[in-house]
């Protein structure tokens, strides 16, 4: 049994053929909605195309085995029936382009910048030739820093970026010690960054002594014991 939709339905008078430009436009839509694509998929024949002939008759074209994956060159098995009755049944070689617009850096973004929408630009890669790891423009960059530097004109990758730490290395906190019903409170230099509810090395002012404590906030952090 197939595995896509019918693909399209229409009347024709006897003699008519199906052309390369349907054809492929049919497979392109089923293609799509088989792996749900994001992006603009763009597909083409790597082979001539013979059009099809066919008798009178309400025809369908319909995929009724799709690859495992979707890659820069596959093929697919299509099926042609007229009311029902097969007229054809092929595998279709085919190469394929998957066109998303991606985040690129502007200039060169040295590690821990705050990343701003007018530092950014975008371009269209296909991601089957050069992979999906790009940061397609619907990914909202906001709140985030740059992981390590990117070069300019370079796409973002998700290793290239970080939520923006509340606490930074280096910075002076206030490290809150609970003891049951006892507080302390005392100042400390973080030893690295955290985010909120991370757990991160500090080095008491006066002792020196270096403990970890969880961020709570932008200027404190808490340790139980």
């Not at 595995?3 to 497979?27: C, D, H, K, P, Y």
Request: net charge neutral.
């Amino acid at each position: 049994a197939p595995s896509g939709a019918n693909a399209s339905r229409e009347q024709n008078e006897g003699g008519a053929t199906i052309s390369a430009t349907e054809f492929l436009s049919v497979l392109q839509a089923e293609i799509a909605r088989h792996f749900d694509v994001q992006g603009d998929l763009q597909l083409a024949l790597t082979r001539e195309w013979r059009p099809v002939k066919l008798p009178e008759g309400k025809y369908t074209i319909e995929i009724t085995e799709y690859p495992d994956q979707l890659k820069s060159v596959f093929s697919v098995k299509c099926r042609v029936t007229v009311d029902g009755r097969v007229v054809g049944e092929w595998p279709v070689p085919l190469k394929a382009q998957l066109i998303r617009e991606v985040w690129v850096a502007n200039d060169r973004l040295p590690r821990g910048t705050i990343i701003d929408r007018n530092m950014l630009g975008a371009r269209k890669v296909d991601v089957l030739r050069d992979g999906e790891g790009w940061l397609p423009t619907s990914v909202d960059l906001s709140g985030l820093e740059v992981a390590e530097g990117v070069a300019a004109g370079k796409g973002f990758t998700r290793k290239d970026i970080v939520s923006q730490p509340l606490i930074r290395k280096n910075q002076i906190v206030e490290v809150t010690a609970r003891k049951g019903a006892m507080i302390i409170t005392m100042k400390a230099q973080a030893l690295e960054n955290g985010g909120l509810h991370d757990l991160i090395r500090v080095r008491n002012l006066e002792s020196r002594k270096e403990f970890n404590a969880q961020v709570i906030d932008a200027h404190r952090v808490q340790v139980f014991f």
